[in-house]
């Protein structure tokens, strides 16, 4: 999946690009680890927001559930 977050430092105007959803570690590598952390997402009673929310949310629905779970295997599988 093609899909990054752009974000501008306010002051300095630096752009920072951040990787691509399903990255939750931001490492460049859709892995294991990534289905870990959403899974641990879902299952802690923490609300996310920003970037990690961005990241993990992979089919838009506002929501972290096992759907973006299931959408990340498939990427995994199918898409590298």
Do not use: H, P
């Given at each position: 999946?093609?899909?990054?977050?752009?974000?501008?430092?306010?002051?300095?105007?630096?752009?920072?690009?951040?990787?691509?959803?399903?990255?939750?570690?931001q490492d460049l590598?859709?892995?294991?680890?990534?289905?870990?952390?959403?899974?641990?997402?879902?299952?802690?009673?923490?609300?996310y927001d920003g970037?990690?929310?961005?990241?993990?949310?992979?089919?838009?629905?506002?929501?972290?559930?096992?759907?973006?779970?299931?959408?990340?295997?498939?990427?995994?599988?199918?898409?590298?």
């Open positions: 999946a093609a899909f990054c977050y752009i974000i501008t430092d306010e002051y300095s105007g630096d752009v920072k690009i951040i990787y691509q959803r399903g990255d939750i570690n590598e859709l892995n294991i680890v990534d289905i870990i952390s959403i899974i641990d997402i879902i299952l802690s009673a923490v609300v970037i990690l929310f961005w990241s993990s949310d992979l089919n838009n629905d506002d929501l972290i559930n096992i759907f973006d779970v299931i959408m990340l295997i498939e990427e995994i599988l199918y898409n590298e």
